[in-house]
């Protein structure tokens, strides 16, 4: 056994913890938690060669793409929303980070993105 003192919001709790006991209700926990076998994620939608810009904007986390508030061919100003991303429950607005014109519109609603995932790029 050990015993270790933890503070948790200035609160300081004296915590005793045993070594190596193993009980079946670990393991139950364990399993359920185990994520089954990931299908092969879908590949990014390219857009057509010559048409991405030198402006990326790519997903800052893991998430869903509810809404493309930009087109093609549209003029945005830094700051301006081009896409809105959900992640952990929470709706995120993806911004331009500068001035420009929309080259690509890399992703559609209803996509799964990854962290880093190029979503779109200006001009």
């Keep these: 056994m050990k015993n270790y003192t933890i503070t948790v919001n200035g609160n300081v709790y004296e915590v005793t913890v045993e070594e190596g006991v193993s009980t079946g209700a670990a393991a139950a926990p364990r399993a359920a938690v185990a994520a089954p076998p990931k299908a092969a994620p879908a590949a990014p939608k390219a857009a057509p060669a010559g048409t991405q810009g030198s402006i990326t904007v790519v997903a800052p986390m893991p998430g869903k793409i509810l809404g493309v508030k930009a087109s ?33 519109i890399n992703v559609s609603v209803g996509d799964s993105v990854e962290a880093g995932a190029t979503l779109a790029t200006l001009n």
């Design 72 to 104: 093609v061919g549209q003029a945005v100003k830094k700051g301006e929303v081009l896409l809105i991303l959900e992640a952990m429950k929470m709706e995120n607005e993806i911004v331009a980070p500068s001035d420009g014109t929309v080259a690509s």
